[in-house]
């Protein structure tokens, strides 16, 4: 991969006058996250290796080279595959519709599938609708051009969001809603040349962060437990074979504030039916075991559930017999089971309803004063005793 990159920035360099063979360009969307990133990279990668033709592939990060710092997710997981940053190349390092009106742009779009129509550039943190008019009229707004004249060099998508250009004969769009763009990229790689899926390209693949593909699709619930219920485009089979599966869910819980995570994952058959399966995690098996059963016994839908073999502690997991019962249809249950339980407490752990053990007794005395417990300090004994310690210093 490095030598791939290195051999784009080069050409970039000496290979932008006139005579030069056409560009083939894949472009990320604007965002810019991991998983655009990857995937324009894997996929120019791709090209490189498989297509013939005059074209010289690039990969193009749709941002500045300057933003790239304000994306740690990015920076991160380029550290942690051995690529540097200065390897990359990014929107303001290429003009497109120079090439694009001299006819030599070819342009490939991964993870979106149209391309934006206005770009406003703010100098101000602004953001109504109002304060924008009012800035564009003061000239303290940019009205960047449009990327809109650009389309007539697209020549291929590749997406994972929903569909919203209108389908060309000659321009073949692959949009399925899996959980992330890096998922089709791999599957193509697969396909068209397997052998170039090394260790380092792999890991890159790989690292979707998690926490974007739980935030991607999420509905909030919140009762006796604050639930969060993702939907992940992705098999079960491979969402549970993640390395650090258990430490990623546990780092959202915290950070996000969530007691539980009840995600529905759905894939899709040949025939394009859908196959949807369930995950509970917690760290709490009281909560976690509860859920579970309310599930599996409900009946407005029945949801069918069926028990998976799972090698993680902290989640129960399931096939979904009943593949029309949509997280519309979810959500109402865990409703319904939160306010069961708010009355009478059923979701506490039994180690937590435990009294503190009594200290052994010493033989050598009659009792001790840990036998009921430890004693219960206020926040004047605390002060009175912070007090005390003043006194005792002056």
């Given amino acids: 991969m490095e030598e791939f990159l290195q051999s784009c920035r080069q050409t970039l360099q000496e290979k932008t006058d006139q005579d030069s063979p056409g560009f083939h360009v894949v472009l990320g969307n604007e965002a810019c996250d991991v998983d655009s990133m990857v995937s324009a990279l894997a996929f120019a990668y791709l090209l490189f290796k498989t297509a013939g033709g005059d074209s010289l592939v690039l990969p193009l990060l749709n941002i500045r080279q300057s933003e790239l710092v304000l994306r740690s997710d990015n920076v991160f997981l380029l550290r942690q595959t051995g690529l ?209 059963k309310y599930l599996e016994q409900a009946h407005n839908p029945a949801l069918n559930l069926s028990p998976i073999s799972c090698p993680h502690p902290h989640i129960s997991a399931y096939q979904q017999g009943n593949t029309l019962a949509s997280r519309k249809k979810l959500l109402p249950l865990v409703k319904d089971f939160l306010r069961e339980c708010d009355g009478d407490g059923c979701l506490r752990d039994t180690e937590e309803d435990s009294e503190v053990p009594p200290t052994p007794m010493n033989s050598l005395v009659d009792g001790c004063p840990l036998d009921e417990g430890l004693p219960r300090i206020t926040a004047e004994d605390l002060q009175d005793k912070l007090h005390q310690m003043e006194s005792a210093d002056l």
Avoid: W
């Fill in 84 to 292: 540097s940053p200065d390897l990359l190349l990014f929107r303001d390092q290429l003009d497109l519709r120079v090439l694009h009106r001299a006819g030599r742009l070819r342009l490939t779009l991964v993870d979106h599938n149209v391309l934006p129509r206005l770009t406003l550039q703010i100098s101000s943190s602004l953001a109504s609708l109002p304060s924008i008019l009012l800035l564009l009229n003061c000239g303290c707004a940019t009205r960047l051009p449009s990327d809109t004249d650009l389309e007539g060099a697209v020549v291929e998508v590749l997406d994972h969001h929903q569909l919203e250009r209108k389908l060309s004969p000659t321009c073949p769009v692959t949009v399925e809603m899996v959980g992330s763009c890096a998922t089709l990229v791999t599957e193509r790689i697969i396909q068209k040349a397997p052998q170039i899926l090394d260790q380092q390209l792999a890991q890159l693949l790989y690292g979707l962060n998690m926490e974007q593909m739980l935030l991607k699709d999420m509905k909030a619930v919140s009762g006796s437990l604050n639930v969060a219920v993702p939907v992940l485009y992705i098999t079960l089979k491979e969402f549970l074979q993640r390395a650090d599966l258990e430490a990623e869910l546990s780092v959202f819980c915290q950070k996000s504030g969530f007691d539980l995570l009840l995600m529905m994952t759905i894939s899709f058959t040949e025939s394009k039916e859908p196959i949807r399966e369930l995950v509970v995690f917690s760290h709490s098996a009281s909560c976690r075991e509860q859920v579970s």
